[in-house]
T-cell receptor, first 116, second 114 residues
């Protein structure tokens, strides 16, 4: 079974704090993704990584950065947390099979972040 | 134009009927399409993937793909109360790039009424 593990299920942080969300997968997947999910907006892509040390911006990267120093771990960093970053954060990973037929993504359990 | 669009619902269907969920996408080069189900408070889980035009059946679920119309749908036959969830359409964007990504629609909330 694929396992994608996020470091925290619930997190409460103060405005202005630097926040780290960690995600680890155990299936040697090349691709990893960070999404946030808000009511009525679905999953929006923040950043993704297609290999170690490689990263690409998604649709809403402002206020976030990422780090992928090892293949199994993908970290999302909120440089200075703000209340509008209160959300559910979902990490996902997948194997990149070939250039035309991309496989599905597997999700972690999610981190509900509240910024006060 | 959004990259992946779905009707947000809610879609209410009587138990035992067919539920039909629809999705359109903007990237003509997309080759990989996915349907996820998400229960309240849980993470999305894959129901089906589809890569070729036509229908793909798995139990009570049928995914349909029409690349010419940039349209993908999910049919759920003999709907059960346990099918009540949010259904997310996902499309792989930038298929021929090493940096291809998965983009989700906003989801359709499905409710099966007894």
């Amino acid at each position: 079974d694929v396992k994608v593990t996020q470091s925290s299920r619930y997190l409460v942080k103060r405005t202005g704090e630097k926040v780290f969300l960690e995600c680890v997968q155990d299936m040697d997947h090349e691709n990893m993704f960070w999404y946030r999910q808000d009511p009525g907006l679905g999953l929006r892509l923040i950043y993704f990584s297609y290999d170690v040390k490689m990263k690409e911006k998604g649709d809403i990267p402002e206020g976030y950065s990422v780090s992928r120093e090892k293949k199994e771990r993908f970290s999302l960093i909120l440089e200075s947390a703000s209340t509008n970053q209160t959300s559910m954060y979902l990490c996902a990973s997948r194997h990149r099979r070939d250039r035309t037929l991309n496989t599905e993504a597997f999700f972690g359990q999610g981190t509900r972040l509240t910024v006060v | 134009q959004k990259e992946v669009e779905q009707n947000s619902g809610p879609l209410s269907v009587p138990e035992g009927a067919i539920a039909s969920l629809n999705c359109t996408y903007s990237d003509r080069g997309s080759q990989s399409f996915f349907w996820y189900r998400q229960y309240s408070g849980k993470s999305p889980e894959l129901i089906m993937s589809i890569y070729s035009n036509g229908d793909k059946e798995d139990g009570r679920f049928t995914a349909q793909l029409n690349k010419a119309s940039q349209y993908v749908s999910l049919l759920i036959r003999d709907s059960q109360p346990s099918d009540s969830a949010t259904y997310l359409c996902a499309v792989n964007i930038g298929s021929h790039s090493s940096a291809s990504k998965i983009i989700f629609g906003s989801g359709t909330r499905l409710s099966i009424r007894p």
